[in-house]
């Protein structure tokens, strides 16, 4: 028997079949009828019967367990501030984990989540690998030589090997080439190894679980049911002037993180004003030192001119925000779509072509009227020149 192996096996041709000595003194015997791995009576030598080929040699006593997610079960995180309109009372804040068709209980009220929407996400089809402590992606789900149904049949060694290899006979020895394959390597990838975070999803481990979070582009229906009885009904309009200065508008568009605006609205006394500002509408806090809020707005466009008004009652006032949002869109987004590298989902977004052409055509209007100033300055220059020149 000819042939070369590779450096933790050393093989030795016997009467009787072949040794086999492993640098991890793993004991294993190979018998030809049950084609079973069981234990040598030797604990340095793994003993084969005559004419066997040896496909694979165990390198240690590690198991990994590999598995993919068919279903998933879906969890939504929410936020709950709830405000009395008695004075007496201040907000309570809830952080709620809320699941598909179940009932979450409050004080006053239940809320249901009647269905929830995920965008589209491959990460989720992923394959994975754990030891028992650890869970990373494999890349590779299905290149492991030895595969086994069980945990019981991976010690009882009943198990399937998948063989790859190419074998070439030449006279009285035989070549055999197979794929390389190490699985503590592919385990091993710190790119792959849970947690796992971009800027579209994010993969974690909790025990032996998957946990995905989508922070984006996921959207849910709740049904929120009363428990309170009303026994009385009062209704109470302040009519304070609320005001809010002309602001900036900040951020993106077209993007996850939106624009927003930081306004302070201004009252003789504290109460809620109504801010309406196109199609858009947000309740904010008012008082006389001034009470900052945050507005958020999603445009498609870059140059944006809002004309808002806040109500406090009946009386109204008008306030501008306006601003020149950024473009963050990735421009190798739809060639890694288009290639089946991109794992994320997000949708390719075009720049504002017309105000980049309005910014262009600003800048040659300039470049034109100085080139104009320029030529005239040379023209009376010149005229000037052949005068004092004639003169003399």
Not at 170 to 186: G, R, S
Not at 301 to 315: K, L, Y
Not at 322 to 346: C, F, N, R, W
Request: proline share 6%; aromatic share 8%.
């Amino acid at each position: 028997m000819y042939g070369e192996t590779a450096p933790h096996i050393q093989m030795t041709c016997t009467e009787q079949g072949v040794l086999v000595n492993t640098s991890d003194n793993q004991t294993f015997e190979l018998c030809a009828d049950t084609n079973l791995y069981k234990p040598h009576a030797n604990p340095m030598l793994l003993k084969l019967p005559p004419h066997v080929t040896v496909y694979a040699v165990p390198t240690d006593n590690k198991v990994y367990r590999q598995f993919h997610c068919l279903r998933w079960s879906e969890e939504v995180k929410l936020e709950l501030v709830m405000e009395e309109l008695n004075k007496t009372q201040s907000r309570q804040y809830y952080v709620l984990q809320l699941m598909p068709n179940v009932p979450t209980y409050l004080p006053s009220l239940r809320l249901t989540m009647t269905s929830v929407t995920l965008p589209p996400t491959p990460s989720l089809h992923s394959h994975f690998i754990s030891d028992d402590y650890d869970i990373a992606i494999t890349k590779k789900p299905n290149a492991a030589p030895l595969h086994c149904q069980s945990r019981e049949a991976t010690i009882a060694m009943n198990c399937t090997l998948n063989d790859e290899c190419r074998c070439t006979a030449a006279e009285n020895k035989v070549q055999c080439e197979c794929p390389p394959y190490d699985i503590a390597e592919e385990f091993n990838r710190i790119e792959l190894k849970l947690p796992v975070k971009t800027s579209s999803w994010e993969l974690r481990r909790r025990k032996n679980m998957v946990i995905a979070k989508i922070p984006h582009l996921a959207s849910s229906d709740v049904m929120i049911d009363f428990n309170r009885t009303i026994e009385q009904l009062i209704t109470l309009e302040d009519d304070d002037v609320c005001t809010i200065a002309n602001a900036p508008l900040e951020g993106c568009y077209s993007c996850f993180r939106d624009a927003e605006a930081t306004v302070t609205c201004q009252s003789h006394a504290e109460t809620v004003g109504e801010i309406l500002c196109g199609h858009q509408a947000f309740v904010v806090s008012c008082s006389p030192k001034g009470t900052p809020s945050k507005l958020r707005f999603h445009f498609n466009t870059a140059r944006q001119s809002q004309n808002c008004s806040i109500r406090c009652g009946n009386n109204l006032r008008y306030f501008t925000l306006e601003g020149v949002l950024k473009y963050i869109g990735d421009q190798q987004a739809p060639l890694s779509s288009l290639m089946g590298t991109s794992s994320a989902h997000s949708d390719f977004v075009w720049p504002d072509f017309a105000h980049i052409f309005n910014v262009v055509l600003g800048w040659y209007k300039t470049l034109a009227l100085a080139a104009v100033v320029l030529l005239i300055a040379l023209l009376v220059s010149y005229v000037c020149l052949q005068r004092l020149s004639l003169s003399f």
